[in-house]
């Protein structure tokens, strides 16, 4: 069971890995980390992310894939209270335009489908960043944050 638990852990560091390099690499404006420590994984048009790789909580589960704006707003609150956002608020409380505030935020349904197709899953991802009604704010905790919400 335990080794259950690492695999899944591994699998989706890797995951999270390569969608957060082909960003880098589809999109030439996007500025990648600097340094093994940052409070985001890139900035992407102008806006610092911390990008977090997903499923939909059980209760979302029914409406995938077909989320109103504001069931998304709402389900990216629910995400982002959810985390540790206290921790993450303290420390980039004194940080500028919302570094490790941020969330960018993909939730892929169906997990075999990277299994599965795990380049048209990433592609997925690539194509639906070209959409501008996936990026919305939300507030939290006070915070204004800006939230990329792409759900497949």
């Known amino acids: 069971m335990g080794s259950d638990i690492v695999k899944h852990e591994y699998f989706m560091v890797a995951t999270h890995d390569i969608c957060e390099t082909s960003i880098i690499k589809e999109f030439q404006t996007t500025i990648p980390p600097i340094g093994n420590k940052s409070v ?36 990216a609150s629910e995400l982002y209270e959810g985390a540790d956002s206290e921790r993450v608020r303290k420390m980039a409380e004194g940080c500028k335009h919302n570094w490790g505030l941020n969330r960018m935020y993909y939730i892929v349904n169906d997990q075999d489908k990277w299994r599965d197709d795990p380049m048209g899953t990433v ?16 507030e939290v905790q006070g915070f204004r944050v800006q939230i990329c919400l792409i759900e497949q």
């Open 40 to 75: 985001t994984d890139f900035v992407f048009e102008d806006v610092p992310y911390d990008l977090k790789i997903t499923s939909h909580p059980d209760k979302w589960k029914a409406c995938a894939g077909q989320m109103s704006i504001d069931e998304k707003k709402a389900l």
């Open 123 to 138: 592609r997925y991802l690539l194509d639906s960043l070209k959409d501008t009604s996936n990026f919305f704010d939300i």
